[in-house]
């Protein structure tokens, strides 16, 4: 296996072609690094000026006193293999090559392009790229990508196969308050590939969930076996670009990627345990559903919901995905019963029929989720009550009926009550390891998403319609049982052991 | 046909049941009609106190000096027969009947309700509900439902058998500017159902497009000739919940909805030319680019992105959907060589490669909008790129390497630019009369999502992701072609008449 850890973890790092120019790569990416955080040296390299971001530059990277872990290079393609060869002078060990106009330009390109992966090779060099959107790891607070996105610390680490597609991605979770581990746009793969990547990140402890971006991959055998390996681990969700003949067209054109047929890709990923997602926003969906919550031990899912419209439609999504609502067991159906008005649904979608009364909420929600009957549950129309309240209080007042102070109070109430429902159901998916989804009545923009409660390995996303939940819950229920499936195999075939890794493809 | 005018455009309003009581429909009902800005005379009714919210309030309907065209009745149901017989003594012809506890609440309900609904009928009282959310009128800005959400004027009318879905689907629209024109949640539709409904908005000038939340409809075969008629006139979106046999249990208990075959509702409603949405989210966002965009002709799409993951990721998606992706014909791919570097992908989708250059991406939009070879034209991350550098900008600014001033000039360019990049897709919609779906590159919580153009028909909606444009083209499409289908039917069968109304079922 290669090891990246020198790559995410560099205590020093050069950027070739360093700039104050705004709109240059050696500009995006040197301010990136300097803003987000890192702490280790940054050292600037140009052959224009004497310091750049008030930092001492240097002309050369053999000009650099000390050793130097990690080299972005930003200059033109045809200074890359002088660079290279600074690289090799000085050993440094790992190179992200931004610089484009390699192989996805045409022959001339790939020329170019073959020579700088040989040299690599020769020289142990582990190169990102070229034509790379760069790397993120969030752990070492190095943000080294060309777009300025600072989503939060977690365990979602993600490898893509476009940087804008992962840029839009890392964007997303950031607005969402997602979690996010490690970042490689993988760029042309000139030396290391997608499989490499995901090879590292199987064993990388602070990553979760790996969410990947393809558009195709080149040693189909060797990628099965690290997919396979690494799912028995953690979930990793994947997104197939170039699925059809059209998309798979416009994928060669992009990166150069043999597509593959899709079928073939579908199956070998689903076989090893690797959720597909259809969309970029599908990607982020699933993964951090897997990052935050239990997984869901069978297909038994139990609703309790505000208001009817949502049952139904949450009852539609659960059968349409081949998810059950079994009915109410007695002892569920009696403790409801003596809490609900007589005419309640008496049955799964449990209807409250009315006001937003969390006490009949929190012991509706502990009956299911306390219940043998139920896999997981789905909260419909508690959370976001709050604001419908608050909406009601702000028109009282500038009718003149109602004060400042009074709605200061109300919001802080209803504050208080939507972070007590929260942690509530954080405790819940500890005590009874499975899942719990909050759909919010009202979701607004700026809503906090994924809320953590301190000392919990959960966290709760607030979902904002109750298809995003049941689609979560589906995801989550095939890699639970894609897991009891193997592990029942796996432990016939290996008599216990747990570490079989597959074949390394050291190539470096 | 019944007319609604009176009721969506009440002259003079009375609610029964009015309090000061935050917590209580008889004041979420008052202070939404006058925070909302409804201009006509406003009665509260109460047996107690002289004022409510400091209008004069009045013992009982009767006692109420002039006419009252609308009655909104929040008081329980027991007490509800006898106001009811105050509306006709009063000869008060439009009651929104709120309160709950009738025919869903069982066997005692049941009979109250029947007792209600006769009454009605016998005295030609139109009754909304009962126990339904209330309605809204943006174009009179009467919004007199529960819940205070205030969308924006617009096209987009609202029937819902469910007040908390039709109320998130209003909250969702306010979020995203998107327009709203009518709003009745129908409840148990004792008296008027959502074919009365229907039927109305049909010839509802303030209303291009119906969006409507069904769990079942009593009288199928009105159902079926009302909405062949109104799909003639405008475009229906319609989410059928209770698909499945537990959705459909769940909706019994609901509404008390008699769910029907799935089968048969979705023959019927694909028949007349009812657009279908799965979940409520997909009934907005498919409702506003019908409200927003001329229709596609064809399916043939072309699509102009700024970074390759997203052509591949449109390319699939329009595959999968049955959409094409021509090749570029030998005008448009001349005037495209000669402008994008040697290296560009030469086909569709057209892949700029690089820097978000607003003038190429003028010239490619231009260039794709007015080629025959294209029904439709999607527009990949130009939008949102302004975001991409301000933030390069803070950070040199934090780093101290930019002024205040100069960061305020480059959001100012931006916003320009923006603001120029939609306007001008509203002006090549205009001029061609084919649908531009532009996508962001990065889009935030708070962003202006429809822009509209002043005197332009159109207006532009800003997508955040491609899957979603496609979805959006590919429903237009749909309705597109079930348009000129029956047009050529329609032709054959009736001559010439326009104007060939289902047989109504005048019911009161």
Redesign the interface.
Known sequence: MKNLTALFYPESIAVVGAT?N??KWG??IL??I??GGYRGKVHPVTVRGDTV??RKAYRTLRDIEGAVDLVFITTPADTVMEVMRDCAAKHIANVVLIT?GFS???EK?EALEENVNAFAREHHIRVVGPNTMGIVNTASSLYATG???RPRKGGISII???????N?IM?WAE?ESIGIGKFVGSGNEGVLSCEDYLEYLADDEDTSVVLM?I?GVDNGRRFREIAEYTTRKKPVIA?K???????S???Q???GAMAGSHKTYESVLKQSGVILA????ELLTISSAFDSMPLPKGKRVGVVT????????T??????RGLE?PPLPRDVYERLDALLP??W???N?V?L???PDIDLFFAATDAMVASDAFDAVILL?MAGSGK??T??????Q?????KEKEIDEFKKIFADRQSKFLDNIVDLMEKYRKPVYPVA??S???DEIVHGKKGSAYSVILYS???EAVFCLDKQYEYSRYLRKRSVGYEEHCAGSDSKRPESAFRI
Do not use: M
Not at 160 to 166: A, L
Not at 315 to 320: L, P
């Open positions: 104050e705004t709109l500009s995006y301010t990136n300097l803003d971001y008030g484009s996805e330009t045409g390109g777009s300025h996105v893509t196969q476009s940087g804008n597609v992962g839009q964007e607005q971006y558009e997104l670009a170039g699925r059809t003949a059209v998309g067209k416009a994928a054109s992009h990166t259809h969309t970029p926003t505000l208001g009817g419209g949502w049952g139904v439609i009852a539609d999504e659960c059968e349409e609502l007589p005419f649904s008496r049955g979608p209807d029929v009315g006001q129309g419908f309240v909406r009601i209080f702000e028109a009282r500038r009718l003149g009926f109602a009545l009202i607004s923009p700026g319609s109750p298809e």
